[in-house]
């Protein structure tokens, strides 16, 4: 399995910017796919971005041009650059691992750290 402690969240107006990080220990060298994702209260969690094993980021459609995902995979880190934040970016963001094929579906996901809040206001 792998570790996964998240950092950065916090409280921001809104435009502001925040960036998530994401420390993955254990068995990092075997997950095909990393991703963020959030719950906002009463929500299903919902997928945000995923960056494959070969780099390629892929970011939700909805936010697409303010957030973007990236890793340092000699850090074994994942970011989330969060930009243009809105009062309904507020949520509980994770992140988490897979082991095969990426997926939108959380349930699909493997391994989650314990999540970070953003508040947006």
């Known amino acids: 399995h792998v570790q996964l402690v998240e950092s950065g969240g916090g409280s921001v107006q809104a435009g502001g910017s925040l960036r998530l990080s994401c420390a993955a220990s254990?068995?990092?060298?075997?997950?095909?796919?990393m991703g963020w994702f959030r719950q906002a209260p009463g929500k299903e969690r919902e997928w945000v971005a995923h960056i494959i094993s070969d780099g390629r980021p892929v970011v939700a459609d909805s936010l697409k041009g303010r957030f973007i995902i990236s890793s340092d995979d000699a850090a074994n880190t994942l970011y989330l650059q969060m930009n243009s934040l809105k009062p309904e970016d507020t949520s509980v963001y994770y992140c988490?691992?897979?082991?095969?094929?990426?997926?939108?579906?959380?349930?699909?996901?493997?391994?989650w750290g314990q999540g970070t809040q953003v508040t947006v206001s």
């Open positions: 254990g068995l990092t060298y075997s997950r095909n796919c």
């Open positions: 988490a691992a897979r082991w095969s094929r990426c997926s939108s579906n959380w349930r699909d996901w493997d391994d």
